[in-house]
């Protein structure tokens, strides 16, 4: 009986930790982003949606891009998706993005702000 309740209670903790898609959180200096999927990441169109601080305030940016990309590697060539993120609140930006392939992505978020300053994050994911 007892390893019947272990096996359900692992059952569904892997089946709420895979429904809750993917989070990922990333610092630069005053920024604090927190990078959501509500799906699991997976290969082909993805949503991602950027909810965006600084100093603890949602940013309004006057622009949020970015760009996902896999360094060539020997037999596999350079491949890189950009997209316009669109700002769906304050503070969180959505943006669609096609990765072709499993594995580790780059990814630089580009930040105009409402008086011109532009910043670029670095960070990546896997899957």
């Known amino acids: 009986m007892k390893r019947l309740i272990g096996f359900i209670l692992t059952l569904l903790l892997s089946v709420t930790l895979y429904a809750n ?13 927190v990078l959501i999927s ?4 997976a290969v082909g169109d993805n949503e991602f949606i950027f ?7 949602p ?13 060539a590697m ?3 060539p350079y491949m890189e998706y950009k997209a316009d993120a669109k700002s769906i609140e304050d503070g969180k930006y959505k943006a669609k993005v096609n990765l072709s392939m499993r594995g580790t992505w ?4 580009f930040i ?11 960070s990546s994911i896997n899957f």
Not at 106 to 109: A, K
Request: hydrophobic share 35%; no cysteine.
């Open 112 to 122: 105009t702000t409402q008086d011109g300053k532009k910043y670029r994050i670095k």
């Open 38 to 41: 509500q799906k699991p990441i």
């Open 59 to 71: 940013l309004k940016a006057k622009e949020v891009k970015v760009k996902f990309f896999m360094p």
């Open 21 to 33: 898609g993917f989070n990922k959180e990333v610092k630069f200096k005053d920024f604090d982003i």
């Open 106 to 109: 780059q990814l630089h978020i």
């Open 51 to 57: 909810d965006i601080k600084r100093a603890n305030n």
């Open 74 to 76: 020997p037999g596999m």
